[in-house]
Structures are given as structure tokens and as C-alpha cells.
């Protein structure tokens, strides 16, 4: 048997301590954390062959060892002693190729009477990142049906648990602070196990950043966007994060020939049209996040959308982000489409815009919608098409334009405080390329 074997990095949850109170790793998880299952022994209902024993999914190591279970056969089944009766709250699955397309997640106190805590029909591999609630000693997965006609192989399955669930549920302090990793023009057609390959790369510097959420800026999966594609190369690495990414379609997503924007769709699902449409919002403390489709800003409903949102929010500041930028000092240069966008969010008093398509890093000093410097109402363009895709040069520099860096790939480490918000531009090194000023909400 030939099969390519895709490497993902590690994955740790982290655990803070604020002001005597501990806070969730994750924004879903609602509770504070502790990986419970790396290390502790693991027994399984098969094995393919002795290099690939059921210990080696609770070691730690997403890149190099996995369990497999025999091949042709359901059901099959994954399990971890936790050495003790354990809350539990999440459990993360990372697949192999050979994935579970319909499975149980159980818990035990014994080790032979279990409960159903989890169960889908229609699992697609990469990662499944689900939130539990639980007690039990011993935690299994359980394999019905088979996602190919190989067996059920795991990199890690990762059991996150401990704290107490709160009697409210947890409300966002309006002046607190948090992080939000950003990068447009993502996943190109490769994986870790070539060197040049950046998104793998990109991918790990998110991690390292343990963000909030996560925003795409469009182009999310190079050339088609074909959900095999979406499947083969970003879920492998950016993948990860899906459940807390907040993703925009590009211009490459219209693409497939299943339709435009089919396998962004069929990939994300509710994620990316959580209110029927390829637009939405949401809110985190004092801020309102707009996440628009500009492929389609040609059509009046969207932009009637958008200008109903803002008048609707009550909150003070204001962020938005699309894929086509308005102003662009590189090779696809400024796209005038977006201009009805800008003039909205203007009228507003929205203080930042993301973008991708042009593969470069560019960041504009505080503008109108028709680039006049304006410190007083102006909103802020942070171009991030550097998240793997092969660079563009800077071709024509616009007015407002502050800082320029193109053959250079990385992340945007946005930091969203209470009336303020910054970023930093953190390289594949993991060296910061570039740091914004601080800006206050208008």
C-alpha cells in the first residue's frame, strides 16, 4: 500500500491565569483546559501494523506517528485511560488520509458501559475539533463507517478537560483585549512535505499566536478552489482552526467548475454562510466585524446589507474585510469595486479594513474613500496577501501607502483592545516584519 503521508503540526492547548480566574484556551470551549489524554495508555481494536499502535496517537506528535486500525473493517474503535474519572470538554480528532465518515465519541467510567457524547454520519477528515460535555474515565472513539476503503488512522486524538462550566454563560468584558490572526491568498497546491511549500508554514505561525478567531481575506485554496483541493492542502494545515476561522471568499473561489464558490461552501458550510449568505457579522466586545464577498459587489443586495448592519450596531468601533482591495500599490493594483463598500464604512465611522489579492504586505495611514488623508474619520487599509501563495511585486505606489514588503510571507497578529486595536506582521521566521501604530476607534 501507497499512500501520502500528509504532516501536521502539533497542536497545545493554553491555559492563563487573570486575576485569580481561569480563562477557556478557546473561545468555545467555555471552560479552562488541560490536555488530559497526552501520554496515558491507549488501547485499540486493531492495528495495521506494529508502528502503528494505538499509543501513538496520544504522543504528541501530529507530524511523523499515528495509529491505524486494520484495513476493510467496521467498526473500529480508539481508546485512552485518563487514570481517573475526568471532566471533559473537548475532544480533537486529526485524520490521516484514511478517516472516519461516520464515528461515535464515548465516555466510560469503567471501561465497558459507554455513553454517546458525540456521533456524525458525515464526517470529511482533517480535523474535528468538538466540544463535549462529559465525565468519564475512559474516552473512545468509535468508528462505524469508513471515510475510504482503507481503515480509520489517527494522528492524535487529542481529550481537553478540567474547571468547572460556569452557572451563566461567559460575557465578553467590553474593554478586554484579544488576538486575531489574519492572512489572505493562502493554501497553494502542496503540503509540508515539500520545503518551499509556505502555507504548512503559515499555518504554524497561527498556532504559535493562539488567537481568538481566526479571518481569511479570500483566495483561502489555490487554483480552483475545488473542495478535493480544500481538502487535500488547506484543511491539512490552516484546517485546523476551521472552527474558529471567519473566512471571506476570493476571486479564486469562483473558480470551481462545480459552481462558483461550490467548494468554499461545501468546505466551510454554516462557518462561512452562518446567516444564509456569503456575508455576515459578528461582534467581540466593543467591536463589530463585517466579513463581506466582494465578487459580488456589483449586486445592490449586498451593499443594502451592509449599510442596514452598521446602522444597526451598537457598537463603538468597526472592523470589515473582503478579498479585492480598494487601494493596492501592487500588481492587481487599486479595484474600484470596492469603492461603494468604503463609502458606507466611511459614512460609519468604521475604523479598519483587511484585504488580500495582491500577494504583498502593504499597510495605509488613516484615508477617505477617495485616498485624502483624513486623521480624523479616515479608515485604516491593512493588505495581508502574504498567507502562502507566491509573491507580487509593488508596481505603483498609492498615496496614504506607509509600509511596502512583498516577497515576504506571514501572518497579521491583530490586537483588539476596548477602544484601541494594532497589528504586528509576524514572518515564516517568526520575526515581526512590521508594527502598526496604535489606533483609537473614531
Not at 501536521?8 to 473561545?27: D, E, N, P
Not at 486529526?94 to 455513553?115: H, V
Not at 459614512?347 to 474613500?369: I, M
Request: charged content about 20%; overall charge negative.
Amino acid at each position: 500500500m501507497s499512500r501520502v503521508r500528509l504532516a501536521l503540526m502539533a497542536c497545545t492547548a493554553v491555559l492563563g491565569l487573570v486575576a485569580g480566574l481561569l480563562v477557556a484556551a478557546t473561545a468555545s470551549a467555555g471552560i479552562a483546559e488541560t490536555l488530559l489524554s497526552q501520554g496515558k495508555p491507549a488501547t485499540a481494536s486493531s492495528k495495521e501494523a506494529s508502528s502503528y499502535a494505538a499509543a501513538k496517537a496520544f504522543d504528541g506528535d501530529l507530524a511523523a506517528t499515528r495509529w491505524a486500525s486494520a484495513e476493510g473493517h467496521d467498526p473500529e474503535w480508539l481508546r485512552v485511560d485518563l487514570g481517573a474519572s475526568q471532566q471533559i470538554s473537548r475532544v480533537k480528532l486529526t485524520w490521516e488520509d484514511a478517516y472516519g465518515k461516520s464515528y461515535k465519541i464515548q465516555t466510560s467510567a469503567d471501561g465497558t458501559a459507554w455513553t454517546d457524547v458525540y456521533s456524525t454520519g458525515s464526517g470529511d477528515g482533517g480535523v474535528d475539533d468538538l466540544a463535549v460535555t462529559a465525565t468519564g474515565r475512559y474516552v473512545r472513539m468509535y468508528g462505524t463507517t469508513r471515510g475510504t476503503s482503507y481503515g480509520y488512522s489517527l494522528w492524535e486524538m487529542q481529550v481537553y478537560g478540567g474547571g468547572t462550566q460556569p452557572t451563566d454563560p461567559p460575557t465578553d468584558p467590553p474593554g478586554d483585549t484579544f488576538v486575531v490572526a489574519a492572512a489572505g491568498d493562502i493554501a497553494e497546491q502542496c503540503t509540508a512535505s515539500s520545503a518551499s511549500c509556505v502555507h504548512p508554514k503559515t499555518a504554524a505561525l497561527v498556532e504559535s499566536m493562539n488567537p481568538e478567531f481566526v479571518i481569511t481575506m479570500g483566495d483561502n485554496q489555490y487554483d480552483d478552489a475545488l473542495l478535493s483541493d480544500f481538502r487535500a492542502y488547506y484543511d491539512k494545515t490552516w484546517g485546523r482552526f476551521k472552527a474558529k476561522t471567519r473566512p471571506v471568499p476570493g476571486n479564486h473561489e469562483t473558480y470551481d467548475p462545480a459552481g462558483s464558490e461550490a467548494g468554499y461552501k461545501s468546505y466551510f458550510g454554516a462557518i462561512a454562510f452562518p446567516q444564509g449568505k456569503s456575508y455576515y457579522s459578528y461582534d467581540r466586545g466593543n467591536w463589530h466585524f463585517v466579513a463581506l464577498d466582494s465578487n459580488h459587489f456589483d449586486q445592490s443586495a449586498q451593499i443594502t446589507w451592509l449599510k442596514n448592519d452598521l446602522a444597526a450596531t451598537t457598537k463603538p468601533c468597526v472592523a470589515a474585510y473582503w478579498h479585492h482591495p480598494l487601494f493596492s500599490s501592487g500588481e492587481h493594483g487599486n479595484d474600484p469595486v470596492s469603492k461603494p463598500v468604503w463609502q458606507a464604512l466611511y459614512a460609519a465611522g468604521a475604523e479598519l479594513v483587511l484585504n488580500g489579492h495582491d500577494h504583498h504586505y502593504e499597510r495605509f495611514g488613516p484615508q477617505n474613500p477617495s485616498a485624502q488623508a483624513d486623521t480624523a474619520k479616515g479608515i485604516v487599509e491593512v493588505l495581508g496577501g502574504m498567507g502562502g501563495a507566491s509573491p507580487y511585486q509593488i508596481e505603483n505606489v498609492q498615496p496614504n501607502s506607509q509600509k511596502r514588503l512583498t516577497d515576504t510571507f506571514g501572518v497579521l497578529k491583530l490586537t483588539f483592545a476596548g477602544n484601541t486595536f494594532g497589528w504586528q506582521l509576524v514572518g515564516t521566521d517568526g520575526s515581526v516584519k512590521d508594527s502598526s501604530p496604535t489606533y483609537s476607534c473614531h
